[in-house]
């Protein structure tokens, strides 16, 4: 899966109560959700981001509040993937199980500047910066979170694991 | 190697044992969800089209939004109400059976001891405080859970964190843990649990633990585990619904580092906009005339009776400043109870201070003292984030309840000795 898109880049620390303030949290609607996306943050970034785009950020992107309003916000809005040199553990697991693509590069984050062009190859672990011509390498996910990724998020991947279709890692726990 | 407190828990859960690093499936012993993040978990459920795997494990709390804030927030409710009525959930809370979920889950001995507890919330890592792994989720997660009765999680690795000697009198857990977070950072702790140990944790009430587990999250640990003691079993003796195990981290356990605290160099602290990390000393920052707007004393950090009281007592006989709104929300209705009948609400309400009901209210910026563009509160919660408490061009100062109160009094941020020596 190749993804291609206008790099938007922020600092550390990007909390999800800027990413989508508790204000809206009286909806999980995601196109709702998806009108006030980082909006405390940077407010214009929702009328000059177009589909397809990348959010890159520093360290502990994500951190704060268990929201999944947050990347359900990000998705909803067209943004194809975030680049961070690390994720806060809570958005971490839920932009896996929603499906959206999060990446921890951190030596691509020092590099990129805003407005570059990007293009990012998930399945081969790659960074192509199209506008400085320099390209990165990135760790692929561990083999267990590659399993709920390809079965398209943490839903699918159950409904599978419900009807026995696959044996999962670790022991099938029953009560 | 031994095993830390983490992964012994996790060994237990998982069926076999594990190390930090290891990817498992491991079992549930508490499930729970508010009003702003049921909805999406029940909807996750409702297409697994699966039945609830233990329903006295689960619990759906209406403590956000609550009382209701607007008919959006009305409705969401409304979803999660009509969810519980048709599932029958036992543990379902709302009107004057609710509280701060992770005030109310321990007070009513739902969480416990060695159990391995998820929460849609990112504060559900205050159970640490009991012994547990406790650690905050998504919704996707929670609804998925509510079905399997596991998680998919990584055994964390553990920061050992040693706290020695005694306490200056008016320094509580806030600041033991806002002097950690300053200390190591609001990534410090990131994918690791932190394991809080010495005399120091043994010494403190089982509120200022809890406060402590609770902000675990703000140095992005998953959990933050204390081990039990006798004021832990005392606490939950008379409280637990059912059986509990008692675990304890090997001696010889692998940690990721171990970090050690003088606790008698530790000052009353407060932390300044816009990270928990950015913490100063309360007599500096009363040197800097801070004026406040606001001052917020609640929260699943600092709601708890024994917080009340210490504003109470910081209180006692003297009046918020002038142009400045005191809002106290008891974290429960048997907080709330017991602080109106031992005279502590009688003393905060001479002083001035608005009581509202048991709700997160302002902490998020959900309702209940909302901050205008330009203005500033000092708070006894966890985040001061960006536009956290309201307007994005407002302020959150966060500290421990006798600073909370002190401040209150002189209408910026303020030492407690300076007010009781007055």
Not at chain 1, 115 to 143: H, M, Q, T, V
Not at chain 2, 60 to 88: G, M, V, Y
């Given at each position: ?113 805003s407005g570059d062009i990007l293009e990012i190859d998930l399945e081969n672990g790659e960074i192509r910066n199209l506008s400085s011509g320099e390209s990165f390498r990135f760790k692929a996910f561990p083999p267990f979170l590659m399993e709920i990724l390809r079965a398209g998020g943490l839903v699918e991947y159950t409904k599978r694991r419900l009807r026995g279709d696959n044996r999962e890692k670790g022991s099938r726990n029953t009560r | 190697m031994g095993l830390t407190l983490s992964e012994k828990i996790l060994s237990e859960k998982a069926g076999r044992k594990v190390r930090a690093g290891d990817f498992i499936q491991a079992k549930v012993d508490f499930l729970l969800m ?389």
């Amino acid at each position: 899966m190749i993804l291609r898109g206008r790099a938007w880049k922020y600092g550390d620390n990007v909390d999800t109560d800027v990413i989508i303030p508790a204000r809206y949290l009286n909806t999980s609607q995601p196109e709702e959700l998806a009108l006030h996306v980082l909006e405390d943050l940077d407010p214009e970034f929702r009328s000059k981001m177009e589909k397809g785009d990348i959010i890159v950020a520093g360290h502990n992107f994500g951190c704060g509040s268990s929201r999944e309003h947050a990347p359900i916000a990000i998705k909803a809005s067209g943004v194809g993937c975030v680049v961070a040199k690390s994720f806060a553990r809570i958005f971490y697991r839920n932009a896996i199980n929603i499906g959206l693509p999060i990446i921890e590069a951190p030596e691509a984050v020092e590099r990129i500047k805003s407005g570059d062009i990007l293009e990012i190859d998930l399945e081969n672990g790659e960074i192509r910066n199209l506008s400085s011509g320099e390209s990165f390498r990135f760790k692929a996910f561990p083999p267990f979170l590659m399993e709920i990724l390809r079965a398209g998020g943490l839903v699918e991947y159950t409904k599978r694991r419900l009807r026995g279709d696959n044996r999962e890692k670790g022991s099938r726990n029953t009560r | 190697m031994g095993l830390t407190l983490s992964e012994k828990i996790l060994s237990e859960k998982a069926g076999r044992k594990v190390r930090a690093g290891d990817f498992i499936q491991a079992k549930v012993d508490f499930l729970l969800m508010n009003d702003i993040t049921a909805p999406i978990s029940i909807k996750v459920f409702r297409e697994l089209d699966a039945k609830i795997f233990d329903k006295s494990r689960v619990a759906i709390i209406l403590d956000h939004f609550t009382p209701n804030k607007d008919i959006k927030a009305a409705e969401q409710c409304k979803f999660s109400r009509e969810f519980a009525e048709e599932k029958k959930l036992p543990y379902f809370f709302e009107g004057g059976k609710v509280g701060v979920e992770h005030c109310l889950l321990p007070e009513l001995g739902l969480v416990l001891p060695g159990d391995l507890v998820i929460g849609a919330d990112s504060h559900t890592c205050t159970y640490g405080a009991l012994g547990a792994f406790a650690t905050g989720v998504g919704s996707t997660d929670a609804g998925v859970a509510m079905a399997t009765g596991d998680v998919w999680l990584r055994v964390p690795e553990t920061l050992k964190l040693i706290y020695e000697g005694e306490r200056d009198p008016w320094v509580m857990g806030k600041d033991l843990i806002l002097h950690t977070i300053g200390d190591i950072g609001v990534s410090g702790a990131l994918y690791m649990a932190m394991e809080f140990h010495g005399d120091a944790i043994s010494s403190l009430p089982m509120s200022d633990r809890f406060t402590m587990s609770n902000m675990a999250i703000e140095a992005g640990a998953k959990a933050g585990l204390m081990p039990v003691d006798e004021k832990t079993i005392e606490y939950v003796k008379e409280r637990a619904k059912r059986n509990y195990q008692v675990m304890e981290a090997d001696d010889n356990a692998n940690y990721r580092k171990v970090k050690k605290y003088k606790v008698e160099k530790i000052e009353p602290l407060v932390a300044f906009p816009h990270l928990p990390s950015n913490v100063k000393e309360a007599r500096n920052a009363a040197r800097m005339n801070i004026k406040i707007n606001q001052v917020f004393i609640g929260s699943c950090t600092n709601g708890r009776y024994e917080d009340l009281k210490t504003a109470a007592e910081v209180l006692q006989g003297r009046e918020v400043a002038e142009h400045v709104r005191l809002i106290v929300l008891p974290c429960s209705p048997s907080v709330y109870l017991r602080a109106l009948k031992n005279g502590v609400l009688e003393t905060l309400i001479s002083a001035g201070a608005v009581i509202g009901p048991p709700s997160c209210g302002p902490c998020l910026g959900g309702h209940l003292g909302i901050l205008a563009a330009g203005e500033r509160t000092i708070a006894t919660t966890n985040r001061n984030f960006v536009g956290r408490m309201g307007h994005p061009k407002s302020e959150v100062y966060l500290a421990n309840p006798a600073v909370a109160a002190a401040s209150a009094v002189m209408g910026r941020i303020a030492h407690p000795e300076e007010v009781m020596r007055s």
